[in-house]
């Protein structure tokens, strides 16, 4: 049996549950520095374009002249079941970039077994994993990274890099393509590694047409392929990052609303979850900080508020 299956979706849900599970299911932790960071979801990513550009078959003619849209209709999807792509372009041309790792795009246009299901499944639930891992364990260096990435700021961005390309070496061999691919038939692998180049070429044609680096070599061209790499699983890192700190701020709207706190009171809780999240990061904190966060949350609390954020802590 064959399986469809859209990855963005499926790893966007994983990547919140891992946010969950890291801290261990309570609704107090999972509130705890729900903005600690200022960290926006996809605040790396470069989305472009809304609007998809319009696709369009050949013409194909009947006997009379006509035009035979059945047929030119099943030309274009027998055309797009026969060579799957990443590449898709605005109206202008431009290349519209990906908000997710162009090898877990690539394996949703993919007819998998349920087998491949199963084994990819678990491949980019044990990455998610160890790029959680990865976030939390170096969240310090990442936001630093983000700024300068953000601001352009290339004399920050340099010594930077250096220090992450150790730690980011973990995700980068194997890459999420070399894993994914291991996991399939030698047809799907090769379909999969063909649109991941495809795109890779693509976008690195983009960014470099009209650069003076452009024609600069073999040096110049392994460099800017790291620096692609790079680049994805720095984008990984983030949406593991931004996972965790909305998964921290759903939890906590849904605590006002238990609470029914005035905007008042949101404010001074909110400052209360930043100076804690400040220490702890992405980790779990211990049960004598809970029990501390909880205090100071009760006293910003009327009596009848405090009973139901207690209720609400007991259900959660």
């Given at each position: ?309 207690r209720a609400y802590l007991r259900a959660g």
């Amino acid at each position: 049996m064959k399986s469809r299956m859209t990855w963005s979706v499926r790893q966007g849900m994983k990547t919140l549950d891992i946010a969950r599970h890291s801290c261990g299911g309570s609704v107090l932790v999972l509130v705890l520095a729900s903005s600690f960071v200022g960290f926006e979801a996809g605040a790396q990513l470069q989305p472009a374009g809304s609007e998809p550009p319009l696709l369009s078959g050949p013409e194909i003619r009947t006997g009379d002249g006509g035009l035979d849209t059945q047929a030119a209709g099943a030309s274009m999807e027998g055309s797009v079941r026969a060579s799957p792509t990443l590449i898709e372009r605005s109206f202008d041309g431009t290349l519209i970039e990906l908000d997710v790792n162009p090898a877990e795009a690539a394996l949703g246009l993919l007819d998998l077994t349920d087998e491949e299901v199963a084994a990819t499944r678990r491949v980019l639930e044990a990455r998610a994993e160890l790029v959680w891992v990865i976030a939390r364990d170096h969240l310090e260096l990442f936001l630093k990274l983000q700024t300068a990435r953000q601001g352009g700021d290339q004399d920050a961005l340099r010594p930077l890099m250096r220090e992450a390309m150790p730690i980011l070496a973990q995700l980068l061999r194997p890459t999420m393509a070399e894993s994914l691919a291991a996991e399939l038939s030698e047809a799907n692998a090769q379909s999969l590694q063909r649109m991941v180049d495809e795109y890779r070429r693509a976008v690195m044609e983009n960014r470099t047409s009209g650069s003076e680096h452009a024609s600069s070599g073999r040096l110049s061209q392994t460099r800017a392929e790291l620096r692609y790499e790079s680049g994805l699983v720095l984008r990984e890192i983030a949406r593991s990052i931004a996972a965790t700190v909305e998964a921290r701020r759903d939890q906590a709207e849904s605590l006002y609303e238990a609470v029914g706190a005035t905007p008042e009171q949101r404010e001074q809780i909110q400052a209360i979850l930043r100076q804690m999240g400040a220490t702890v990061g992405l980790e779990s904190p211990s049960p004598g900080r809970r029990r501390e966060v909880m205090e100071k949350i009760l006293q910003v609390l009327r009596p009848e508020q405090r009973e139901r954020a207690r209720a609400y802590l007991r259900a959660g």
